[in-house]
């Protein structure tokens, strides 16, 4: 169940909205005069949804060049190739 907050709470209560956003690991909602307004969530919830958007946006970018091309790569192939970009990286970083 959502957590709706009134944004006035905000001020008056943040240590509690701080509590609820960290423990439960889900937003609070604030509404100002009965709608929604804003959105507070902790850190590790933003990143870990930013983090799966970015992996829905990759997919969804895949799956378009999948519908676009016939070229297909082998397991082998794609890590042969992030591994020599890998080793690239290190080499260019140590020197």
Do not use: C
């Not at 006035?8 to 943040?14: E, G, I, K, T, V």
């Not at 690991?25 to 949804?49: C, H, I, W």
């Not at 930013?50 to 016939?70: C, G, N, V």
């Not at 192939?77 to 020197?95: H, N, P």
């Amino acid at each position: 169940m959502p957590h709706i907050r009134p944004v006035s709470d905000l001020r008056n209560n943040f240590a509690d909205i701080s509590r609820i956003v960290h423990e439960t690991q889900e937003p609070v909602f604030l509404t100002k005069n009965g709608y929604g307004d804003m959105v507070v969530m902790s850190m590790e919830a933003y990143e870990r949804k930013l983090f799966k958007s970015e992996i829905y946006f990759k997919l969804k970018e895949a799956e378009l060049e999948a519908k676009t091309t016939d070229t297909r790569y082998s397991h082998k192939e794609v890590f042969d190739e992030l591994r020599a970009r890998l080793a690239d990286k290190l080499e260019s970083d140590e020197v």
